[in-house]
């Protein structure tokens, strides 16, 4: 699958551009603030309907402009997948492929598989717990329509039973059995949620230790441990000990909505005893393993965005990186840089054919 052609208007800081792309290797080049990532989540917002850094759309309509329109048309299988994405301020986003809108966003998710390599990834390391939870959720739907679905009506039933226990809060009352209904639909939809989370991380975590080797050339130990209430106790017996509490909080303080992703290097968390450059390895293996997790389970080879990675990596790193994607397991590439030679360097070192974009005002 690749990206073939892609047009830009009122995106970010583009007014209107279009673009026609090399199958293999895509170089955006030039200087800071001249939008090279923001063509780059263009193509993230085409395959998820929602930017990479800014989950706020309208903030992605351009400076005094009412709208934006992001069209790809993409090379899938032999055959073609037209994808527009546009937003008018005070209406809802629109994703129509091949000319039909879709009924749900949702449905869209996993057509165009799609990983993201970027500086803002360190926030899986630095953020809390949410973070790497949408890490998780993020690959699995990809590739697993049913846990996106469970996911959905999860956060919906949530948010439903949060709202009931600041009704009781407000109202000095409460109903055991309205609780009740909630706490079984929670329950229905979480352990699923649970059980496909452990059966994940099961095949996922040898992947991740394998890419981890191959980029840090280290011979440290590095793990992911999945952190959940739900591995001592079912969610249904736990929403039931835990009503006291949650009344008290007036929000449900237990649930698939709490659990981690511990990251360790050497048996301890690599936030704190990771060297900055095991804490860049440590990412972008997780992003290598998520990228062949997904072409594995889609049986589609995912398109590649390597946003600003040049610039924030030792010499040793690249090259290593580059050992990885100069074969045949890659298929399109796009790399942003500020620095075009070191780019076009770095570039025929995979001998794949590229085109190189340079950006300026």
């Known amino acids: 699958m690749f990206l073939r052609k892609l047009s830009l208007i009122n995106y970010k800081n583009f007014d209107s ?9 895509n170089c955006m080049v030039g200087p800071n603030g001249i939008g090279k990532t923001n063509v780059l989540d263009a193509i993230y917002h085409l395959s998820f309907g929602k930017s990479y850094f800014n989950p706020v759309s309208t903030q992605n309509i351009r400076h005094d402009e009412d709208f934006f329109v992001i069209e790809g048309e993409f090379e899938k299988e032999d055959r073609q997948e037209k994808i527009v994405c546009s937003l008018k301020r005070g209406s809802k986003k629109i994703i129509k492929r091949n000319g039909k809108a879709y ?11 799609l990983v993201i390599i970027s500086p803002a ?3 899986l390391i630095i953020e809390g717990s949410d973070t790497r939870r949408k890490f998780i959720d993020g690959v699995i739907s990809q590739s697993d329509k049913n846990y996106l679905q469970d996911l959905l009506k999860y956060n919906k039933v949530l948010a439903q ?15 055991k059995d309205t609780l009740s209904v909630y706490n079984e639909q929670l329950n229905d939809y979480g352990s699923k949620i649970f059980e496909k989370r452990i059966g994940f991380l099961e095949r996922f975590i040898p992947i991740f230790k394998e890419q981890y080797v191959a ?62 450059g095991q804490q860049k390895s440590f990412l972008i293996a997780l992003k290598f393993a998520q990228f062949q997790f997904i072409k594995m389970q889609s049986k589609t080879t995912p398109v590649l965005l390597l946003d600003d990675i040049f610039d924030k990596l030792d010499e040793h790193r690249v090259s290593h990186i580059v050992a990885l ?15 075009a030679d070191r780019t076009e360097d770095v570039v025929k070192q995979i001998h794949q054919t590229y085109k190189l974009f340079r950006l300026n005002d």
């Open 325 to 339: 994607v100069n074969n045949e397991n890659f298929g399109q590439i796009f790399i942003s840089d500020t620095h």
């Open 215 to 276: 980029i840090s050339g280290g011979h440290e130990e590095v793990s992911l441990r999945y952190e959940s209430k739900l591995k001592d106790q079912g969610l249904l017996a736990l929403l039931e000990s835990n009503v006291e509490k949650d009344k008290a909080l007036q929000y449900t303080s237990v649930g698939i909505h709490k659990d981690d992703l511990g990251f360790e290097i050497s048996g301890h968390p690599i936030k704190k005893f990771g060297s900055q």
């Open 17 to 25: 551009k279009d673009f026609e792309f090399d199958s293999k290797i």
């Open 121 to 123: 990834d360190r926030d």
């Open 103 to 113: 009924d749900r966003l949702s449905d869209h998710i996993g057509l165009l598989p």
């Open 161 to 175: 039973r949060n709202s009931l226990l600041k009704y009781f809060a407000a109202n000095h009352t409460f109903n």
